[in-house]
């Protein structure tokens, strides 16, 4: 069985649901009430859930009636300085103490590394925290998992899933102290298998923006699983779909019992 609670499960993976958005990026699409998303996520049966500190506290009793465990993101991630909008440069601090996340009996702490930045003062501190963070963690049983995205202007959005940057990214991620690597999916089994072979900790892949195609989501799922990743940490491409609860289900079936896409959505 996996060190790790989070991957502690009959086939060795997770399903687990980003519920943390509204940190940085307020109340989004499909987000607005908290409360509703976070129940229709719950029904359709994940593994976890990625929530901020205080959105756990604040709906502990929708959690505590599931049977998910809670997983925790430590900082605070914007794409602007205006609430809601995607205007300017990227804003990005640890936003929570090791203490404050642990209080919440996690299962996992989320943290992101991001490159492609044009102040390189910004990228030095997000490795401050990223280590920082890493030995705070040291010990206590929660793995770290930290995010591995190509976000600033430096790196063009073609190239966020671009095999060279996602393998020399996830590199870096792990050797700055990953416990569990949350990565992009290249788009291809082959590529990405040797990421994760050359990877000495779990490899999960992460959602990103919704491409309003649930079928085209649980391929590359069914691609990443069959290149050898452990899960998936997935939101927008969940919740901002007209049924969450038969999504999340979906990618149960297949990253635990190993179904094809056409047998859990047909076209």
Same mark, same amino acid.
């Given at each position: 069985?996996?060190?790790?609670? %989070?991957?502690?499960?009959?086939?060795?993976?997770?399903?687990?649901?980003?519920?943390?958005?509204?940190?940085?990026?307020?109340?989004?699409? !499909?987000?607005?009430?908290?409360?509703? #998303?976070? @129940?229709?996520? %719950?029904?359709?049966?994940?593994?976890?859930?990625?929530?901020?500190?205080? &959105?756990? @506290?604040?709906?502990?009793?929708?959690?505590?009636?599931?049977?998910?465990?809670?997983?925790?993101?430590?900082? &605070?991630?914007?794409?602007?300085?205006?609430? !809601?909008? /995607?205007?300017?440069?990227?804003? /990005?601090?640890?936003?929570?103490?090791? @203490?404050?996340?642990?209080?919440?009996?996690?299962?996992?702490? =989320?943290?992101?590394?991001? &490159?492609?930045? /044009?102040? #390189? +003062?910004?990228?030095?501190?997000?490795?401050?925290?990223? #280590?920082? %963070? #890493?030995?705070? %963690?040291?010990?206590?049983?929660?793995?770290? *998992?930290?995010?591995?995205?190509?976000?600033?202007?430096?790196?063009?959005?073609?190239?966020?899933?671009?095999? @060279?940057?996602?393998?020399?990214?996830?590199?870096?991620?792990?050797?700055?102290?990953?416990?569990?690597? =949350?990565?992009?999916?290249?788009?291809?089994?082959?590529?990405?298998?040797? *990421?994760?072979?050359?990877?000495?900790?779990?490899?999960?892949?992460?959602?990103?923006?919704?491409?309003?195609?649930?079928?085209?989501?649980?391929?590359?799922?069914?691609?990443?699983?069959?290149?050898?990743? +452990?899960?998936?940490? *997935?939101?927008?491409?969940?919740? /901002?779909?007209?049924?969450?609860?038969?999504?999340?289900?979906?990618?149960?079936? *297949?990253?635990?019992?190993?179904?094809?896409?056409?047998?859990?959505?047909?076209?």
């Amino acid at each position: 069985m996996s060190e790790y609670e %989070l991957l502690d499960t009959d086939s060795g993976n997770a399903v687990v649901v980003a519920l943390d958005h509204g940190i940085g990026m307020g109340a989004v699409d !499909g987000f607005e009430d908290p409360r509703a #998303t976070l @129940e229709a996520v %719950l029904d359709g049966g994940p593994d976890g859930v990625l929530v901020g500190p205080f &959105f756990a @506290e604040r709906f502990a009793d929708v959690l505590a009636a599931s049977s998910a465990d809670v997983l925790v993101t430590a900082d &605070f991630v914007s794409p602007s300085s205006h609430p !809601g909008e /995607q205007v300017g440069p990227w804003v /990005q601090q640890r936003a929570f103490d090791a @203490e404050r996340l642990l209080d919440c009996d996690p299962v996992g702490v =989320k943290s992101v590394l991001a &490159f492609g930045r /044009q102040d #390189t +003062r910004a990228m030095e501190r997000n490795v401050e925290y990223i #280590t920082e %963070l #890493t030995e705070e %963690l040291r010990g206590t049983g929660v793995p770290h *998992i930290v995010e591995t995205v190509m976000w600033g202007d430096g790196v063009p959005a073609r190239f966020e899933t671009e095999t @060279e940057y996602v393998a020399n990214a996830c590199r870096i991620g792990w050797e700055l102290g990953a416990d569990i690597l =949350k990565a992009p999916y290249t788009g291809d089994a082959d590529s990405f298998a040797s *990421i994760v072979r050359n990877a000495p900790v779990p490899v999960m892949i992460l959602g990103g923006p919704s491409s309003g195609s649930v079928r085209a989501m649980l391929e590359d799922v069914e691609g990443a699983m069959a290149a050898g990743a +452990r899960g998936l940490v *997935i939101g927008r491409s969940v919740w /901002q779909t007209d049924d969450p609860t038969a999504v999340t289900r979906a990618l149960g079936d *297949i990253v635990h019992d190993g179904r094809s896409v056409e047998s859990v959505w047909p076209a």
